[in-house]
């Protein structure tokens, strides 16, 4: 929104999605109205500004490669590890030089935003769309689930002739009909639940006894009891795949690092090389855990060199929500951190790496998580179904790719914490961890009560989020609370996990059970 005022009629706007939009001629109106015929209770111009997002999602109908080829891709995702925990952003202790070499030599999305929680994101990511319209709204008690009626990046790409697979966290679902094998991947070796050993009441677990060190992997459907530390095994098993796949046709490894995700469980070595460095012994913990990740991205891109597939691989890097451990030592500035709705909450690394093809250069756009799906197909030359058109709202990142400077219409971006206590009505906490996001602006309701309780941030002038200047803009005020309400309005009957019924037995130890017995390891 700039200065106040609505983006001109048709610019399209996501991050839920959304087209602000003038007064639209009658036959336009019309159209979303049939559009939106399930949600009759949703205003015309967001029936309107649904249609025409989707409109430009099912643009991306490629015959062909956006590059002219297929590239490989490999997409990183760590685990808590938050936007100031990399030393190419200016961490005054930690050092990451292969991350930054990820930064040095990609395409750096300066202004990439993702959900403030792990299972949210990961939604977000595999479906081009907002978190809550897959109905995951928490990370466990069933609200981490993605539902099982939406198309997935993996098996989009599947579509257009790739080879798929995925290492280490899903946590979009732990029982069979969810797993990552029934939605669109080839290989899989991942753990459950959040995090290696977690186990909570219902369906989000792991195999029991598990620790950081020698885990029981669910690999293609059956336990593999593995040696060595998580991330080097991921990372192990992630490089022996793509040794077994390259040249056949191309590939997309999901690597998503459990790491450096609490529990602190660190290699001493690790844990060494910032134990003089740092007064909390928990922050050399997390930041030995993040140097194990940079020395297997080093390993990883030595690999490619060594196949000769270097220049034919995208190689994307990312972190899945705002900092943590990390952030008593920097956070860039930033206000907030995980599980919080401001900047520091959402902000994320987006590096896109892909030698000869994409020139290295900052973008300082807005840009999110839903835009990564509608991305990767266009590259891959995926021709997306009527379905994913209606799925996805996020929009191509390509122009940006191609020209850090390309035009880029207004948009604005919808942010909720979630995690409302389990058969409580959603209702009660709408503006409990919330925010709303254009290029300049961002609201924030943080309130304990869930009563409405609006910040406006000039987040140009003030990316610390320091000066509430809600008193000199009510009209901004005004039009992005009327954006969230009806954004709001708009994605309760998709919130489909709210009081879903989870299994008596935990699917993780269940299985493992059936497989080894129930003795628990040491």
């Not at 070796?189 to 992997?217: K, R």
């Not at 996020?394 to 219409?409: M, N, T, V, Y």
Request: glycine share 10%; aromatic share 10%.
């Amino acid at each position: 929104m700039k200065d106040a005022r609505p983006p001109p009629t048709g610019d399209v706007i996501a991050g839920g999605g959304w087209v602000v939009p003038r007064k639209r001629p009658a036959a336009a109106n019309s159209k979303g109205r049939g559009f939106m015929n399930g949600y009759l209770q949703v205003v015309r111009f967001i029936a309107t500004a649904i249609a025409v997002c989707r409109l430009g999602a099912g643009l991306l109908r490629a015959a062909e490669p956006s590059f002219g080829k297929q590239p490989n891709i490999i997409f990183l995702l760590t685990d808590d590890q938050g936007y100031g925990d990399l030393s190419c952003h200016g961490n005054p202790i930690l050092r990451t030089p292969n991350l930054d070499r990820l930064h040095g030599e990609g395409v750096r999305f300066t202004d990439f935003h993702v959900s403030p929680t792990c299972s949210p994101t990961r939604a977000a990511l595999m479906t081009g769309r907002h978190e809550f319209r897959n109905g995951v709204t928490h990370t466990i008690l069933e609200r981490e689930r993605l539902t099982l009626t939406a198309t997935t990046l993996a098996e989009i790409l599947r579509s257009a002739g790739y080879t798929t697979g995925i290492f280490g966290k899903w946590h979009l679902g732990d029982e069979p009909d969810h797993w990552p094998d029934k939605r669109g991947f080839d290989e899989m070796f991942v753990h459950g639940a959040g995090g290696i050993g977690q186990t909570y009441p219902g369906s989000c677990g792991d195999a029991p006894g598990n620790t950081y060190f020698d885990p029981a992997i669910l690999h293609n459907g059956r336990f593999e009891k593995t040696k060595g530390y998580c991330t080097d095994v991921f990372f192990g098993q992630a490089t022996k795949w793509i040794e077994s796949v390259k040249g056949k046709q191309p590939f997309f490894c999901y690597l998503a690092t459990n790491a450096p995700h609490a529990p602190l469980q660190v290699r001493p070595e690790d844990e060494k090389r910032y134990a003089d460095k740092v007064k909390n012994p928990m922050v050399a913990k997390f930041f030995g855990m993040i140097a194990n990740i940079d020395d297997n991205v080093g390993k990883l891109l030595a690999k490619l060199q060594e196949w000769d597939i270097e220049r034919d691989t995208l190689f994307i890097f990312m972190n899945d929500n705002g900092g943590t451990v990390g952030v008593q030592v920097y956070n860039a500035g930033m206000r907030g951190q995980k599980v919080t709705p401001w900047l520091g909450g959402t902000r994320a690394a987006a590096f896109w790496r892909w030698p000869g093809t994409l020139k290295p250069a900052d973008v300082d756009r807005l840009s999110s998580h839903i835009d990564v799906l509608p991305t990767l197909a266009e590259i891959a030359g995926a021709k997306l179904t009527d379905k994913v058109k209606e799925q996805v709202e996020g929009r191509s990142l390509l122009p940006l790719l191609k020209d850090p400077k390309a035009d880029w219409p207004e948009r604005v971006l919808f942010t909720h914490v979630g995690r409302w206590p389990k058969g409580t009505r959603p209702e009660e906490y709408k503006y409990r961890g919330c925010s709303v996001r254009s290029a300049r602006w961002q609201l924030v309701s943080e309130s304990k009560d869930g009563k409405k309780a609006w910040q406006l941030f000039d987040v140009k002038a003030d990316p610390g989020e320091k000066t509430d200047v809600a008193d000199e803009h009510p009209a901004v005020v005004r039009e992005l609370d009327r954006a969230y309400d009806q954004w709001w309005s708009s994605v309760q009957p998709q919130l489909v996990n709210e009081n879903a019924p989870g299994p008596k037995v935990n699917p993780f130890r269940e299985l493992y059970e059936r497989q080894f017995g129930k003795a628990v390891p040491p």
